[in-house]
């Protein structure tokens, strides 16, 4: 008798191309069908041969997945709400929609504009503290306040 475990390696014989033996991997491995046979694909190409005879092998000696594992886990039943939880939630959100009728949208204290004007100057600031730094004068100032020292 075979003992069936969900760590072992099976065979999927329900998403099975050939023989299963990829889909088991798959399972398996938690990845998705298709990158284990591309890689099954690649491993063929650059390897001479020898993977087909460890694919044949495989089909043959691994055991197929039981049929209690393909099955779905059963969803969950959904959530009913009673009446008063109903009335309850209505009653929320008529408080929270006065609540928002009776509170004045406030007025910022600048626009946009003034937002962009404030931005411009400072933008203008650094432009001319950044010529100030790369400027021949700057480094005359240096030199001068280092000979003071």
Not at 9 to 32: E, F, I, P, Q, S
């Amino acid at each position: 008798m075979t003992d069936y475990s969900p760590r072992k390696l099976y065979r999927n014989t329900r998403d099975a191309k050939l023989m299963g033996v990829c889909a088991g991997l798959a399972d398996y491995l938690d990845v998705r069908t298709c990158v284990i046979r591309i890689l099954t694909i690649l491993a063929i190409i650059f390897s001479g041969g020898w993977v087909i005879a460890l694919y044949v092998v495989m089909g043959f000696v691994l055991d197929p997945m039981p049929e209690h594992f393909y099955q779905p886990r059963p969803a969950p039943e959904p959530v009913r709400s009673t009446r008063r939880e109903r009335r309850r939630e209505r009653r929320e959100q008529r408080r929270d929609r006065r609540y928002w009728q009776r509170t004045e949208p406030s007025q910022p204290d600048y626009d946009t504009r003034d937002v962009r004007r404030r931005y411009e100057t400072i933008e203008q600031r650094l432009r001319n503290l950044e010529a100030y730094m790369t400027s021949k004068k700057f480094r005359l100032d240096r030199e001068l306040r280092g000979l003071e020292d």
